[in-house]
């Protein structure tokens, strides 16, 4: 790796506060990366768990569909009745600087009573809309953490980008200017040390000629 710096006794003070950072900074990425790491982990188990419980209900609710189309004819009328879900929000939280998504849905005065009607209707078009319902919760609830996680894994792989730069090239970069600056700066103290002590055993012996003489 070629190393262009100029051997100063500034260039090396400054190459080392460079050094320094950059230290600095690997060890805050390195911290980024394990806490999003981490915050990932425990979203992933909790979307499998999720991810469980959504095919359960899924299959309890498609199951309760067709008992209650046995039982009241095709449910097309009845669903077409139910009105469209608007009262999904979106807010967000951040950590370690990556806006993580929090959906939430907000009860509306139309979940207080039946879109249907309960006169022509049994008990088993009740079920099949508790169950959905049921199923709709925990989609956006899962919605929220699989955008969450990857936001984070996006996140963690340019936080690793960073890091890896900083780790295999800056910093090994830096610590080889600063070595060359070193030992460049120590080879002329070297020089200049031998130079000054030559010069002193000539100041030396030509006061020792000159006191001979008198």
Excluded: W
């Amino acid at each position: 790796m070629a190393v262009q710096a100029v051997p100063t006794k500034g260039n090396l003070m400054n190459t080392k506060k460079s050094l320094a950072l950059a230290k600095n900074g690997y060890e805050l990425l390195d911290r980024k990366r394990n806490i999003l790491i981490r915050e990932m982990m425990t979203l992933i188990d909790h979307a499998n768990a999720i991810q469980q419980k959504i095919d359960s209900a899924y299959e309890e609710a498609y199951i309760a569909l067709q008992t209650a189309n046995i039982t009241n004819g095709f449910c097309e009328d009845i669903s077409n009745a139910v009105p469209i879900e608007d009262g999904l929000r979106l807010d967000s939280r951040s950590v370690m600087g990556v806006e993580i998504p929090i959906l939430t849905m907000e009860e509306s005065d139309t979940c207080n009573y039946l879109h249907y009607g309960a006169r022509t209707t049994n008990s088993a078009v009740d079920k099949v809309y508790i169950l959905f319902t049921r199923v709709k919760e925990l989609t956006v609830e899962l919605a929220e953490i699989e955008n969450s996680v990857y936001r984070l894994a996006d996140s963690i792989k340019k936080t690793q980008k960073r890091a890896n730069a900083l780790k295999n090239i800056m910093i090994p970069r830096f610590e080889e200017t600063v070595k060359f600056i070193t030992d460049a700066l120590d080879e002329k103290d070297r020089e200049e040390f031998s130079r000054l002590k030559v010069i002193k055993r000539k100041k030396l012996r030509e006061s020792t000629e000159q006191s001979v003489q008198e």
